[in-house]
T-cell receptor, first 109, second 115 residues
Framework: GQNIDQPTEMTATEGAIVQINCTYQ??????LFWYQQHAGEAPTFLSY??LDGLEEKGRFSSFLSRSKGYSYLLLKELQMKDSASYLC??????????WGAGTKLIIKP | NAGVTQTPKFRILKIGQSMTLQCTQD?????MYWYRQDPGMGLKLIYY???????DKGEVPNGYNVSRSTTEDFPLRLELAAPSQTSVYFC??????????????FGDGTRLSIL
Protein backbone atom coordinates (compact mmCIF):
# COMPACT_ATOMS: atom_id res chain seq x y z
CA GLY A 1 0.00 0.00 0.00
CA GLN A 2 0.90 3.65 -0.12
CA ASN A 3 1.86 5.42 3.08
CA ILE A 4 3.49 8.59 4.36
CA ASP A 5 4.79 8.74 7.94
CA GLN A 6 5.83 11.85 9.82
CA PRO A 7 5.86 12.80 13.50
CA THR A 8 2.63 14.18 14.91
CA GLU A 9 4.12 17.08 16.82
CA MET A 10 7.48 18.75 17.47
CA THR A 11 8.56 21.61 19.70
CA ALA A 12 11.50 23.94 19.07
CA THR A 13 12.88 27.24 20.33
CA GLU A 14 12.86 30.54 18.49
CA GLY A 15 16.16 31.05 16.67
CA ALA A 16 17.03 27.34 16.69
CA ILE A 17 17.06 24.69 13.93
CA VAL A 18 14.53 21.89 13.56
CA GLN A 19 14.41 18.87 11.25
CA ILE A 20 11.08 17.27 10.36
CA ASN A 21 11.41 13.74 8.98
CA CYS A 22 9.16 11.93 6.53
CA THR A 23 9.27 8.36 5.25
CA TYR A 24 7.23 7.35 2.25
CA GLN A 25 5.97 4.32 0.38
CA UNK A 26 4.30 5.04 -2.94
CA UNK A 27 3.41 3.02 -6.03
CA UNK A 28 6.01 4.50 -8.30
CA UNK A 29 7.61 7.82 -7.42
CA UNK A 30 7.46 11.21 -9.09
CA UNK A 31 8.77 13.39 -6.33
CA LEU A 32 8.24 14.53 -2.74
CA PHE A 33 6.50 17.75 -1.72
CA TRP A 34 6.50 19.76 1.50
CA TYR A 35 3.68 22.16 2.28
CA GLN A 36 3.13 24.53 5.20
CA GLN A 37 -0.33 24.91 6.71
CA HIS A 38 -1.16 27.49 9.37
CA ALA A 39 -4.14 26.67 11.57
CA GLY A 40 -7.41 27.32 9.75
CA GLU A 41 -5.68 28.12 6.47
CA ALA A 42 -4.87 26.44 3.17
CA PRO A 43 -1.66 24.47 2.57
CA THR A 44 1.02 26.49 0.79
CA PHE A 45 3.86 25.01 -1.24
CA LEU A 46 7.36 24.97 0.28
CA SER A 47 9.53 22.58 -1.71
CA TYR A 48 9.73 19.75 -4.24
CA UNK A 49 12.45 17.11 -4.52
CA UNK A 50 12.65 14.46 -7.22
CA LEU A 51 16.41 13.78 -7.20
CA ASP A 52 18.54 12.75 -4.24
CA GLY A 53 20.14 15.52 -2.30
CA LEU A 54 19.50 18.81 -0.59
CA GLU A 55 17.49 21.72 -2.00
CA GLU A 56 17.99 25.03 -0.18
CA LYS A 57 15.55 27.94 -0.22
CA GLY A 58 16.49 30.62 2.25
CA ARG A 59 15.81 29.43 5.79
CA PHE A 60 14.15 26.24 4.55
CA SER A 61 15.91 23.22 3.02
CA SER A 62 14.56 19.84 1.94
CA PHE A 63 16.45 16.59 1.52
CA LEU A 64 15.56 13.42 -0.35
CA SER A 65 16.97 9.88 -0.35
CA ARG A 66 15.06 7.75 -2.84
CA SER A 67 16.87 4.53 -1.89
CA LYS A 68 15.75 4.97 1.73
CA GLY A 69 12.27 6.35 0.98
CA TYR A 70 13.14 9.27 3.23
CA SER A 71 12.94 13.03 3.22
CA TYR A 72 13.39 15.80 5.73
CA LEU A 73 12.53 19.48 5.95
CA LEU A 74 15.09 21.63 7.75
CA LEU A 75 14.05 24.97 9.17
CA LYS A 76 16.78 27.34 10.36
CA GLU A 77 16.64 30.53 12.48
CA LEU A 78 13.16 29.65 13.62
CA GLN A 79 10.65 32.47 13.96
CA MET A 80 7.35 32.48 15.82
CA LYS A 81 5.53 32.69 12.47
CA ASP A 82 6.94 29.25 11.59
CA SER A 83 4.49 27.72 14.07
CA ALA A 84 2.33 25.65 11.69
CA SER A 85 1.73 22.14 10.44
CA TYR A 86 4.15 20.79 7.84
CA LEU A 87 2.71 18.33 5.36
CA CYS A 88 4.79 15.76 3.50
CA UNK A 89 3.30 14.36 0.26
CA UNK A 90 4.68 11.78 -2.15
CA UNK A 91 3.67 11.78 -5.81
CA UNK A 92 2.91 8.30 -7.16
CA UNK A 93 3.16 6.84 -10.64
CA UNK A 94 -0.22 8.37 -11.57
CA UNK A 95 1.00 11.81 -10.51
CA UNK A 96 -1.39 11.77 -7.53
CA UNK A 97 -0.26 13.08 -4.16
CA UNK A 98 -0.31 10.79 -1.13
CA TRP A 99 -0.38 12.97 1.99
CA GLY A 100 0.98 12.47 5.46
CA ALA A 101 -1.10 13.60 8.44
CA GLY A 102 1.22 16.55 9.03
CA THR A 103 3.66 17.54 11.76
CA LYS A 104 2.50 20.30 14.07
CA LEU A 105 5.51 22.49 14.90
CA ILE A 106 5.31 24.54 18.08
CA ILE A 107 7.84 27.35 18.47
CA LYS A 108 8.59 28.58 22.00
CA PRO A 109 10.20 31.94 22.76
CA ASN B 1 -4.55 37.60 -8.74
CA ALA B 2 -7.31 35.61 -7.01
CA GLY B 3 -5.86 32.10 -7.57
CA VAL B 4 -8.26 29.40 -6.34
CA THR B 5 -11.53 30.67 -4.86
CA GLN B 6 -13.90 28.49 -2.83
CA THR B 7 -17.40 29.31 -1.64
CA PRO B 8 -18.91 29.13 0.89
CA LYS B 9 -16.27 29.35 3.64
CA PHE B 10 -18.54 27.77 6.26
CA ARG B 11 -21.77 25.79 6.08
CA ILE B 12 -23.95 23.75 8.40
CA LEU B 13 -26.19 21.14 6.80
CA LYS B 14 -28.82 18.81 8.16
CA ILE B 15 -28.55 15.08 7.49
CA GLY B 16 -30.04 14.27 4.09
CA GLN B 17 -29.72 17.77 2.67
CA SER B 18 -27.74 18.45 -0.48
CA MET B 19 -25.38 21.24 -1.45
CA THR B 20 -22.72 22.26 -3.94
CA LEU B 21 -19.28 23.50 -2.95
CA GLN B 22 -18.02 25.95 -5.54
CA CYS B 23 -14.43 26.20 -6.78
CA THR B 24 -13.06 28.47 -9.46
CA GLN B 25 -9.51 29.26 -10.56
CA ASP B 26 -8.18 32.06 -12.74
CA UNK B 27 -4.74 30.63 -13.53
CA UNK B 28 -5.83 28.67 -16.63
CA UNK B 29 -4.76 25.44 -14.94
CA UNK B 30 -5.76 22.17 -16.59
CA UNK B 31 -5.78 20.04 -13.45
CA MET B 32 -8.17 20.53 -10.56
CA TYR B 33 -8.67 18.51 -7.36
CA TRP B 34 -11.04 18.15 -4.44
CA TYR B 35 -9.65 17.00 -1.08
CA ARG B 36 -11.11 16.55 2.36
CA GLN B 37 -9.06 17.06 5.51
CA ASP B 38 -10.13 15.45 8.77
CA PRO B 39 -8.42 16.12 12.12
CA GLY B 40 -5.23 14.06 12.52
CA MET B 41 -5.48 12.70 8.98
CA GLY B 42 -3.74 13.51 5.73
CA LEU B 43 -5.58 15.13 2.85
CA LYS B 44 -7.69 12.59 1.01
CA LEU B 45 -8.42 12.98 -2.71
CA ILE B 46 -12.14 12.88 -3.54
CA TYR B 47 -12.20 13.63 -7.27
CA TYR B 48 -9.91 15.21 -9.80
CA UNK B 49 -10.06 16.54 -13.34
CA UNK B 50 -7.36 16.84 -16.00
CA UNK B 51 -9.38 19.17 -18.20
CA UNK B 52 -12.84 20.38 -19.12
CA UNK B 53 -15.21 17.45 -19.60
CA UNK B 54 -12.90 14.94 -17.89
CA UNK B 55 -13.28 13.83 -14.27
CA ASP B 56 -12.09 10.81 -12.31
CA LYS B 57 -12.49 9.31 -8.86
CA GLY B 58 -9.90 9.70 -6.18
CA GLU B 59 -9.44 7.71 -2.98
CA VAL B 60 -12.75 8.62 -1.26
CA PRO B 61 -15.41 9.45 -3.91
CA ASN B 62 -18.49 7.85 -2.31
CA GLY B 63 -21.24 10.35 -1.52
CA TYR B 64 -19.86 13.01 -3.86
CA ASN B 65 -20.17 14.05 -7.48
CA VAL B 66 -18.30 16.54 -9.64
CA SER B 67 -18.50 18.15 -13.05
CA ARG B 68 -16.04 20.18 -15.12
CA SER B 69 -17.84 22.07 -17.85
CA THR B 70 -15.22 24.84 -18.06
CA THR B 71 -11.49 25.12 -17.35
CA GLU B 72 -12.18 27.57 -14.52
CA ASP B 73 -14.89 25.80 -12.49
CA PHE B 74 -14.95 22.49 -10.64
CA PRO B 75 -17.97 22.22 -8.31
CA LEU B 76 -18.35 19.39 -5.78
CA ARG B 77 -21.86 18.09 -5.07
CA LEU B 78 -23.06 16.35 -1.91
CA GLU B 79 -26.41 14.70 -2.63
CA LEU B 80 -27.46 13.23 0.73
CA ALA B 81 -25.35 14.74 3.47
CA ALA B 82 -24.19 12.36 6.20
CA PRO B 83 -22.37 13.12 9.49
CA SER B 84 -19.28 11.31 8.12
CA GLN B 85 -18.96 14.10 5.56
CA THR B 86 -18.26 16.68 8.24
CA SER B 87 -14.81 17.91 7.23
CA VAL B 88 -12.79 20.72 5.73
CA TYR B 89 -12.87 20.61 1.94
CA PHE B 90 -10.05 22.01 -0.15
CA CYS B 91 -10.03 22.63 -3.86
CA UNK B 92 -6.65 22.79 -5.62
CA UNK B 93 -5.31 23.30 -9.12
CA UNK B 94 -2.08 22.78 -11.02
CA UNK B 95 -0.96 23.41 -14.59
CA UNK B 96 -0.72 19.70 -15.49
CA UNK B 97 0.02 18.46 -18.98
CA UNK B 98 3.49 18.00 -20.45
CA UNK B 99 6.52 19.47 -18.79
CA UNK B 100 7.94 19.45 -15.27
CA UNK B 101 5.84 18.57 -12.25
CA UNK B 102 4.34 21.71 -10.71
CA UNK B 103 2.90 22.22 -7.23
CA UNK B 104 -0.80 22.36 -6.50
CA UNK B 105 -2.31 25.68 -5.42
CA PHE B 106 -5.05 25.51 -2.80
CA GLY B 107 -8.16 27.50 -2.07
CA ASP B 108 -8.94 28.66 1.48
CA GLY B 109 -11.25 25.74 2.16
CA THR B 110 -14.90 25.15 3.04
CA ARG B 111 -15.65 24.09 6.61
CA LEU B 112 -18.72 21.86 6.48
CA SER B 113 -20.64 20.44 9.42
CA ILE B 114 -23.44 17.90 9.02
CA LEU B 115 -25.79 17.74 12.01
Amino acid sequence: GQNIDQPTEMTATEGAIVQINCTYQTSGFNGLFWYQQHAGEAPTFLSYNVLDGLEEKGRFSSFLSRSKGYSYLLLKELQMKDSASYLCAGMDSNYQLIWGAGTKLIIKP
Amino acid sequence: NAGVTQTPKFRILKIGQSMTLQCTQDMNHNYMYWYRQDPGMGLKLIYYSVGAGITDKGEVPNGYNVSRSTTEDFPLRLELAAPSQTSVYFCASSPGGEGPVMPQHFGDGTRLSIL
